[in-house]
């Protein structure tokens, strides 16, 4: 069964803290993805990665970093997290242009 | 650019049927649909390519009107199962296009 498994589901990190979230999949795929999600605003692409390390922002990098040292293993990085960075986290993989797999998701709290 | 989702949210009974709209501004290259369920990771239903194709998964299916770069998902006979958030995503024609997700439609079904 594909599995994209997400290391935390909940986390709470203070103002300025550097925060890391990681995500691995098991399926080879070449394409990782980090979404997050928020009331109202739907599923918006933060970066995305076509091979290892290889990265492109999506609609919303601003306060992001990601890294892919590895196939299977896909990072965000929050250098220092603001509490507008509260939200839930999604990544996603796929092996072409097609269906997402997606990662049970990483609620974040910025206090 | 984000698609555009409507209505904003469904409530019907057990049984009836529903239409869910997702339309551009932009010529499209593909739609595709996902079904988020409360609490859980957003499950791929189906792709739509240009070229105006209809799927169809179990009793839903959609239909791509590329000319008016407008797709819609019909659920027939509903079930409480189909209860959950529905999001289309689009590709653009065009080198490079990403996924871009709308901000998705609550889909109640009541007994």
């Known amino acids: 069964d594909v599995k994209v498994t997400q290391s935390s589901r909940y986390l709470v990190k203070r103002t300025g803290e550097k925060v890391f979230l990681e995500c691995v999949q098991d399926?080879?795929?070449?394409?990782m993805f980090w979404y997050r999600q928020d009331p109202g605003l739907g599923l918006r692409l933060i970066y995305f990665?076509?091979?290892?390390?290889?990265?492109e922002k999506g609609d919303i990098p601003e306060g992001y970093s990601v890294s892919r040292e590895k196939k299977e293993r896909f990072s965000l990085i929050l250098e220092s997290a603001s509490t507008n960075q509260t939200s839930m986290y999604l990544c996603?993989?796929?092996?072409?242009?097609?269906?997402?797999?997606f990662g049970e998701g990483s609620r974040l709290t910025v206090l | 650019q984000q698609p555009v989702q409507s209505p904003q949210a469904v409530i019907l009974r057990e049984g009836e049927d529903a239409v869910i709209n997702c339309s551009s501004s932009?010529?499209?290259?593909?739609v595709h649909w996902y079904r988020q369920k409360h609490g859980e990771a957003p499950v791929f239903l189906m792709i739509?390519?240009?070229?105006?194709e209809q799927k169809g998964h179990e009793k839903i299916s959609a239909s791509f009107n590329e000319k008016k770069q407008q797709s819609s998902l019909y659920l027939t006979a509903s079930q409480l199962s189909y209860s959950g958030t529905y999001f289309c995503?689009?590709?653009?024609?065009?080198?490079?296009?990403?996924?871009?997700f709308g901000k998705g439609i609550t889909l109640s079904v009541r007994p």
């Open positions: 996603a993989s796929s092996l072409n242009a097609g269906e997402l797999f």
């Open positions: 399926m080879d795929h070449e394409n």
């Open positions: 990665s076509y091979d290892v390390k290889m990265k």
């Open positions: 932009k010529a499209l290259y593909s």
């Open positions: 739509l390519l240009k070229g105006g």
């Open positions: 995503g689009t590709k653009t024609t065009g080198a490079n296009s990403k996924l871009t």
